[in-house]
Each structure stands twice: as C-alpha cells, then as structure tokens.
C-alpha cells in the first residue's frame, strides 16, 4: 500500500463536509467516520506490509538534489499512523456527543480543520526524509490555528497568537537552521539507519545541532518552550484531544525520536555524550510540569500540565539514546495517547453534562456518572503507570534504557514523578467517589474557576443553560455525558487496558527498527 494514500484520504472528506454543511450534519459526520474507518483499514495495510519484510513507499517529488518530497513507511511512522487514524475515529464519534451537547458554533469549520490537520499528521508519519517532516510540521501548527481559536472570544485569539507565535518562532527560528545546517554539511536530509550525521565533521558543534532540534520543535513542550500548551486550553474539549493526544504533541515527540534515531543514530549520539547535558531539560521539565499541575484546580489546566511532564518522557527516552529508551519512548507515544485522552473527553464530559471546570466542585460527582469517572481512574492509573493500564510498560523500559545508557539519577526523576502524578491525579477520582456532593448551601459558596485563559470555553447557549440550572438543584440533576460522547470514553479507557494485557504486538513492531 502506498503511503500517499494515509496522506489523500483525510483531504478527500473535506468537499463532503462542507457539502453536507451544518443542515445535514448527521451525514457529515458519517462521511467522517467512514473516512477514518478507510485511513485505519490503509494503515493497517502497511502496517501488515513492513511486519512482512516488504517496503512501503511512495513517489518522491525531488527539488533539487538531495531535496525532497517523499514517502516511507518504517516502525515508528507506521505506529504513529495506525494510533492517530484510529483515535480519529474516536475523537469524531466524541465530538457528535460533545458539539451538539455543548451547541457549538461554526462545526463544519471544525471537521474540516480537523481532517487537514491529520493529513499533516499522516505526512509526519511517513516522512522520508527531514523536509517532508518539516512541510508536515508547519502545516500541522496552521491547520490547527482555527481550532484553537474556534470560540471567537479574546482569549481564544489571545491564546492563539501564543499557540502560533511559540510554535512558528521555534520551527522557523531554530529547527530550520538545524536542517539547513545538515543539508549544508551532508547534502542530504534523507532518514537511514544509523543516521547521516558525521561526529567529526560537525566537531563541538553536534550538541548545537542537536540542541537546535530538541528546543525547535516547540511541539514537544519542552520547558521553557511549553507556554502555547496551556494557551490552548482554551479550546474545546475535542480540540484539546487532537493536540494532546492524536496530533500536535505526538507529532512533536515523535520527530525528536526519528531525528535521533535517523539523522544522529544512536551510536554516534553515546560515542559523543553530546545529550548528556540536555538530557537535564526534559528531566527538569517532567518534576517541574508536575509540581505545577498541583496548583491548578481548573481540570483541564491540571491535565495540560501533566501531558507537558509526560511528554518529556519521550523526549528523555530519545536523548537517552539507548534502543530500548527509545522503543519504551514510541511505547508511551501509545501509551499516554489513550489515558490521557480518556482524561481530556472525561473532563469534556463533566463540562457538558454537569458544567463544572474546577476540581473542587467536582465532590460526588462519581454517584451521579459513574462510567466518566471511572474512566477517568482508568486513565489516571495510565498516567501514573501503575497496572493494569498499559502506562507503566513504556516507563518501565524508559528506565531500563536509563541503565543502559549510564544515567542512573534518571531513576529517581522517574520515581519522583510517580509520586507526583499520583498526588495531583488520583485525589481527583478519591473526590468524585467518597466525599460527599455538595448541598445547597455549598453549591452558593462554590469555589471560582481559574481564568478562562486556561478553562474550557462555554459557549452563549451553554452559558445559558448554565444559568437556568439552579444551584439549589445541586448534583441531583447532573447525568452521564452524551452516548456518543460516553462511547468514546468506554472504548478509549477500555484499550489502555487491553493494551496492558497486549503490549508485545507493538513491542515487537518497534523492535523492528533499524539502529544501524
């Protein structure tokens, strides 16, 4: 199967999303899970032809020499590929639940930035070389500008110009100097095993090169490159999906994994050390995000924090530079995918079924949607990596590759931030089940939300609906979230746990890689 088709698919739906438009919106959105069904049927496909040996590829379009745009499919893209198709298909049937639950303006607009965005993804995916990661790169951060913006308010344009201006500064204004500076030493950007960069050529200056690709790719939310993460916030719930789980953060941790294992190759980059003094961002980044996370009481706020921490993992994986570092780091690509979006559509589904943001109200909540919350102790756990949700395989073979590499205080950053996770996630679900729901009188005196900067954005009707709920009827009117919407909370919780029983498929296909 040739990997161009993963890239067309998600651009064929846009002329029947728009055709179908807001007045037939049920065959909209079935023109979209159909399409996603298709994209994960030809991911599928080359996932079945790399596991057989065969090699997937597509045309190239050349530039100039050692120039251009192409098409492959190896272990980490093809990983990468199957994850974001399949939970595209998730995220839509959600978003039925939660636009309409939350009467959403302008949702055709969104489908349809929804669809370029994960072409762009598929693109990343497959690249064949740094250019064609690079064109995916930037067309991700603009395809995903009017998602973040989709309110319309000043804080969503607000929060936009940070998303745009953090992740377009650093790509244009540091990882395009680093690929200028790659093809100027080498004369080409392809991606082979073992790398193309050569240590003595580059000399004292491979650490710059590399430390141009870890702060660069802005995606990756590395400290202090992380700011336009929780600016987005500000977004609807499915868009905070797409950026946290299926699309925008992914995208960046896995280009820092296929640039290290591609253009640097593991065993120049422990030949060289030239991590080891980087590897302190990424490991800062993880205790620092998470200490953060605790003072947060908007829920959404809390899990931005917490995928910024968790993100560093896979960064830290790939500095580590070990093959099994690496192999845990496309696991946990995985693995924080599904628990961190069951968090992101649980917290949606509080917002629209009960209109809470703040942890603090959220006492009780547990007796009155008992499947949302539960999801949400399922993806805490996976967070947290501890059994049975598949979390704690990827940061168990993160460590060991810590060993393997001769960094043994990473253990402990690992452990501390254990603890961490468990302090700001887990009181969550312990307040949902065993405190007492809030009276009539308590419900007068509710805590105030965090800024609306960093919370879910409501709009008019849902504001209005709000209003028209009495506070004095407390949590007796609060129900579980829309079926769609529940759905995909059951099927997104219920993989993290499947995914603990079943981890080897996915080992085994990463295992595949080509170091050498």
């Known amino acids: 199967m040739n990997p161009i088709w993963a890239v067309i698919l998600p651009l064929l739906v846009i002329p029947f999303i728009q055709f179908f438009g807001e007045k037939r919106n049920n065959l909209r959105e079935a023109s979209i899970i159909v399409t996603g069904l298709l994209l994960f049927l030809v991911n599928e496909s080359i996932y079945q032809a790399v596991i057989n040996g065969e090699l997937a590829v597509s045309g190239e379009f050349v530039m100039m020499p050692g120039l251009s745009l192409a098409l492959s499919a190896e272990p980490l893209g093809v990983l990468f590929g199957l994850l974001a198709s399949s939970l595209w298909v998730i995220t839509t049937v959600y978003s039925i639940g939660y636009m309409r639950g939350h009467n959403e303006q302008h949702q055709t607009r969104f489908y349809t930035c929804f669809a370029i965005a994960l072409s762009a ?53 540091l990882f395009l100097p680093a690929m200028v500076w790659v093809y100027a030493m080498t004369g080409t950007l392809d991606f082979v095993p073992g790398g193309i960069v050569n240590a003595e050529q580059f000399g004292p200056g491979l650490w710059v090169l590399l430390a141009l690709f870890v702060f660069g790719i802005g995606k990756a939310a590395v400290m202090p490159f992380h700011r336009w993460l929780p600016a987005a916030m500000v977004a609807p ?45 990424p ?10 996370a605790f003072s947060k009481t908007n829920l959404k706020a809390r899990l931005a924090y917490s995928t910024i921490s968790q993100l560093s993992y896979i960064v830290l ?25 069951t968090l992101f559509f649980c917290a949606g589904a509080i917002m629209v079924a009960a209109h809470k943001k703040d942890i603090r109200e959220l006492d009780g909540i ?23 949700v598949a979390g704690v395989w990827s940061k168990v073979m993160i460590a060991q590759g810590s060993l393997q590499s001769g960094e043994v205080w990473i253990l402990a950053v690992l452990m501390l931030s254990t603890l961490l996770n468990i302090g700001y996630l887990l009181p969550i679900s312990i307040r949902a089940f065993y405190f007492a729901p809030p009276n009539a009188a308590d419900s007068e005196h509710a805590p105030k939300s965090e800024p609306a900067a960093e919370s879910e954005h409501t709009s008019d009707a849902a504001q209005q609906a709000d209003s028209a709920t009495p506070a004095t009827a407390g949590h007796s009117v609060i129900q579980e979230a829309p079926a769609a919407s529940l759905w995909a909370i059951v099927m997104t919780a219920t993989l993290s746990v499947l995914l603990f029983f079943y981890p080897q498929p996915v080992i085994e296909l990463l295992e595949m890689i080509q170091w050498r």
């Open 121 to 173: 993804v598929m693109a990343a995916a497959y690249a064949d070389n740094l250019l064609t990661l690079f064109v995916a790169y930037e067309m991700l951060s603009l395809s995903t500008f009017p998602l973040v913006t989709h309110a319309g308010t000043d804080a969503a344009r607000k929060a936009g110009r940070v998303y745009l201006g953090i992740l377009l500064g650093g790509s244009i204004g």
């Open 317 to 341: 994986a790939a500095l580590l530079a070990s093959s099994t570092a690496i192999v845990g780091g496309g696991l946990h690509i995985l693995t924080h995918a599904f628990a961190k979006i």
């Open 366 to 388: 547990g007796r009155q949607m008992p499947i949302t919350m539960l999801a949400f102790f399922i993806g805490s756990l996976g967070i947290i990596g501890l059994p049975p």
């Open 283 to 292: 490991a800062a980044t993880i205790l620092i995000a998470s200490i953060i």
């Open 237 to 281: 719930t499915p868009v905070s999906a797409l950026l946290h789980a299926v699309a925008v953060v992914k995208t960046g941790v896995f280009s820092l994994l296929k640039i290290v294992t591609y253009i640097f190759g593991v065993d120049t980059m422990l030949a060289t050390g030239i991590s080891e003094w980087l590897i302190v961002f």
